[in-house]
């Protein structure tokens, strides 16, 4: 049992499908980069580390993780790597970054956005791992997911192990918006086939591009974290990642100012404000307000000769940054028939407009000028698409909500595809490979017999579909309610897989959670 209790440890933690419930007293949140060291210091322990990072690389109480790293006397920090705007943050967009010499560490700091934006066989031969901790803003043209991209392709080609110390999205996990990048307009502002707002979370992102890489890939996710929060729930103080994303509301603004690229149509006050020459603030003001967009108010102001509108924000959760980017590049559209980029037919010839939408389609619709509804219409399906894929990488599923049932183990809830419930038998039903796995097991199914089989150490767990009886190491021990099928999903008691795999259980009846945790 010492030995099943170790790995426990070891694994649980570890980029495994972990998720879901648990926010209004959810547990307490902690960031990727101290769970590595609080779980997973192993992953790191003896080796000679590289690590891309830039100013936002920081745990909670603000300290950089290159100097984390630095003062850790049981692994080398040999390498670090800097995306767009360098390592420091202090950049322009789309400036130039020359690698240099730490100026205290002196180790080399390789930049990804000069010479080249993909890590060499030279800067890769020194270390044993490479570790990636940057914060992100949720949407797909914000490079710092490219640069993630990239390196986990090279890392890949030349052998190198990826760690991912994941982050908060900061617009939360459910917003998902825009049409799907296609294939033909993969770029570097545009690094998969992803929609303008993905959800996801880094290590999320991470999973969903291996899915074509196939890197080693080790995402140490979040504590306490759910899909549906937002950065302000994280307690987190905001640092500025690029000299253009401040605070808080120009991370929200970004996709609702910043898409018109070549249309004339512009942001402006870091992504708080959007207009044009030829535009009325009064008229763009009163086709947004009226459009009903949630959680946000579109204030007229006029900007020297151009006519906009300024983002009031008075709802962070609702509020759909990617949707109302697209609304209000329609509506400018009606207003002053701006000229749309258009990219000819060779892969040089692609406008970055149509880059930026990773589609062409957007600009042929503005060209027609259609309402922004008939827009979304006509991209629903390819999102509805998007997110089925989506679910199979991702970690989180959601806080604790009114109904319904959370499941938290080792203080991250749990993400299930199939609800959990009460039986009547009073018993907490839930998924069997998410609990399973969450606890550090190996899940095998025989359809023939309907049994499922857990391994984790020197525990082995046979369960019948519809059998009152478990096998717990070859011993037959009566259980009080029976797994079932629903949805397709084989439905387990939790406490009696759990607490056979060497966890505790605790229930909260006013949450509706269940807390799983390693047994002391």
């Given at each position: 049992?010492?030995?099943?209790?170790?790995?426990?440890?070891?694994?649980?933690?570890?980029?495994?499908?972990?998720?879901?419930?648990?926010?209004?007293?959810?547990?307490?949140?902690?960031?990727?980069?101290?769970?590595?060291?609080?779980?997973?210091?192993?992953?790191?322990?003896?080796?000679?580390?590289?690590?891309?990072?830039?100013?936002?690389?920081?745990?909670?109480?603000?300290?950089?993780?290159?100097?984390?790293?630095?003062?850790?006397?049981?692994?080398?920090?040999?390498?670090?790597?800097?995306?767009?705007?360098?390592?420091?943050?202090?950049?322009?967009?789309?400036?130039?970054?020359?690698?240099?010499?730490?100026?205290?560490?002196?180790?080399?700091?390789?930049?990804l956005y000069g010479a080249t934006r993909t890590p060499t066989e030279a800067m890769l031969k020194d270390i044993d791992v490479l570790l990636y901790d940057i914060q992100d803003v949720g949407a797909r043209t914000y490079t710092y997911i490219s640069t993630l991209n990239y390196a986990m392709k090279a890392a890949k080609q030349y052998g190198k192990p990826v760690i991912v110390l994941d982050r908060p999205n900061p617009l939360g996990g459910e917003i998902v918006e825009a049409p799907v990048l296609e294939d033909a307009f993969k770029t570097f502002v545009g690094v998969d086939n992803l929609p303008m707002a993905h959800g996801m979370t880094v290590g999320e992102l991470a999973r969903f591009f291996n899915r074509d890489i196939g890197v080693d890939l080790t995402v140490v996710p979040m504590e306490g974290y759910s899909r549906d929060m937002i950065y302000q729930d994280t307690g987190l103080a905001w640092i500025a990642t690029s000299p253009n994303i401040p605070d808080i509301d120009s991370v929200f603004g970004y996709m609702a100012t910043g898409l018109g690229e070549g249309t004339g149509i512009y942001q402006f006050d870091k992504f708080k404000w959007i207009g044009g020459k030829g535009i009325d603030a009064n008229r763009f003001a009163v086709l947004l307000n009226a459009a009903g967009l949630p959680g946000v108010t579109f204030v007229p102001e006029t900007i020297g000769s151009a006519g906009g509108v300024r983002l009031r924000i008075t709802d962070y959760r609702t509020f759909n940054p990617a949707r109302a980017g697209l609304y209000a590049l329609a509506y400018a559209r009606r207003l002053n028939s701006f000229t749309v980029p258009t990219s000819g037919s060779t892969p040089a010839s692609v406008v970055m407009f149509d880059k930026i939408m990773g589609t062409k389609r957007v600009g042929q619709w503005l060209i027609q000028k259609l309402l922004p509804q008939e827009m979304e219409r006509r991209y629903a399906a390819e999102l509805a698409a998007f997110r089925a894929e989506r679910q199979r990488h991702l970690i989180y599923g959601y806080g604790a909500r009114p109904?319904?049932?959370?499941?938290?183990?080792?203080?991250?809830?749990?993400?299930?595809?199939?609800?959990?419930?009460?039986?009547?038998?009073?018993?907490?039903?839930?998924?069997?490979?998410?609990?399973?796995e969450a606890l550090g097991a190996e899940v095998g199914w025989d359809g023939a017999l309907w049994l499922v089989t857990l391994v984790s150490g020197e525990s082995t767990v046979r369960l019948t579909i519809g059998s009152s009886v478990a096998e717990v190491n070859g011993v037959p021990i009566a259980m009080d309610t029976v797994p079932v099928i629903r949805n397709s999903?084989?439905?387990?008691?939790?406490?009696?897989?759990?607490?056979?795999?060497?966890?505790?259980?605790g229930w909260d009846g006013p949450s509706s959670t269940v807390s799983v945790s390693q047994r002391q």
């Open positions: 049992m010492r030995r099943l209790l170790a790995l426990l440890l070891v694994t649980a933690i570890v980029l495994i499908p972990l998720t879901s419930p648990a926010r209004a007293a959810g547990p307490a949140f902690r960031l990727g980069n101290e769970v590595l060291y609080s779980r997973c210091h192993h992953l790191i322990a003896g080796k000679r580390v590289g690590l891309i990072t830039n100013q936002s690389g920081v745990n909670s109480q603000g300290r950089s993780v290159i100097d984390v790293l630095a003062s850790d006397p049981s692994l080398q920090l040999v390498a670090l790597y800097g995306p767009e705007h360098g390592i420091d943050g202090k950049a322009g967009a789309g400036a130039y970054v020359a690698s240099y010499t730490h100026p205290t560490l002196g180790i080399p700091v390789y930049s109904g319904k049932i959370a499941v938290i183990v080792h203080n991250t809830p749990i993400f299930f595809d199939t609800e959990p419930y009460i039986d009547g038998n009073s018993r907490t039903m839930a998924p069997v490979r998410a609990i399973a999903r084989t439905m387990v008691p939790v406490r009696f897989v759990s607490e056979f795999l060497g966890a505790d259980v």
